[in-house]
């Protein structure tokens, strides 16, 4: 609960912080001295879903992008770096450095936007018709988990989306008991696991899918922490791994249903023979909000044993849900 407790005031803080870089620029302006930092975002952590709006033909890039922020928090801009962008699979990577803009504070985020924007480094060929950018330099358990919201449009023909390979969520789990006719016996069960529960998606990339020409295929794990579907259950780490994924503009998605049975792991790989987990549905968004729904059947485990229906709506910040006077 304490550690819980903490995380979540971490996380509140957040908001003060990035209102406060953007303050500074108006406080410190006549200094001799300037406060500047640097986010990087690139490399595995992240890749390109690009989508050609004259052929409606999408890819996800074979090279790894990389997205350099050089904020100066006096001034209250930032200068980016666009690096290694394929805007086709025939294409040669492209490097771009932004003119200067704006920073502003957007709740937890730093927000960087513009429109019509030419590189200052190339031929005025290439054009960011739409420019957005959400940076937010998170901290939980002791450590930063940056997040980043980045999507874009040039010559307002190739529409890049930055889909995160990681994604940790925080949520609030409802479960109901099912009964063998499909209905419910029970009301749902609400678990917060002292504030929220703890969501982590990750996309692993498999070989080129040169058969369907749609860039490098992924699947997908998604680790539960502080699972919990019954009053009577101990909360428990859950992990299911090589789920199918599936890109669209506004993230991705993964499912299985029919007669498709996942037998989830421990957190150290163990398989737990006792549960299994089935019309698995989840929405993961770009910005984080997702939806996760799926079936979960216990047989004795923990003294618990049937089949629960499980939803779950997770974002990148707790919400404070508490009342306010």
Known sequence: MKTLNKMKSMLSLLTILAAASMTLSSCLGNS???????????????????????????????????????FNYTKGNVNIEVSSLQLAQNFSALNFQLPEMKV?????????QGTDITPINVASQYVFSKFLARYSNRVWNGSFWPVFQISYTINNRYEVKVIPTSLLLFGTTTS?????????????????????????????????????????????????QDACYDKNMQPLDLMIDKLPVKFDSNGYTS???????????????????????????????????????????????????????VTAMVDNFIIDETPKN
């Open 32 to 70: 001799e001295s300037e406060e500047k930092g640097t986010a990087n975002y690139g490399g595995s952590s992240c890749l390109n879903y690009v989508t050609d709006l004259e052929t409606n033909q999408s890819f996800v890039s074979t090279t790894p992008p990389s997205y350099t922020f050089n």
């Open 104 to 112: 502003e504070a957007d709740y937890y985020f730093m927000k960087m």
């Open 176 to 224: 109901t008991l099912e009964t063998e006719d499909g209905g419910t016996s029970s009301d749902p069960y609400i678990y917060k696991g002292g504030e929220q529960n703890i969501y982590n998606f990750v996309l692993t990339p498999n070989s080129i899918d040169e058969a369907t020409s749609t860039g490098i295929s992924h699947t997908l794990s998604i680790r539960i």
């Open 255 to 309: 499912s299985i249903s029919g007669d498709n049975v996942v037998t989830p792991k421990t957190a150290l790989g163990s398989v737990i023979e006792k549960i299994k987990i089935s019309d698995l549905d989840l929405t993961a968004g770009l910005s984080g909000a997702s939806r996760l729904e799926f079936d979960i059947t216990f047989d004795n485990y923990q003294n618990v044993s049937g089949t629960y229906h």
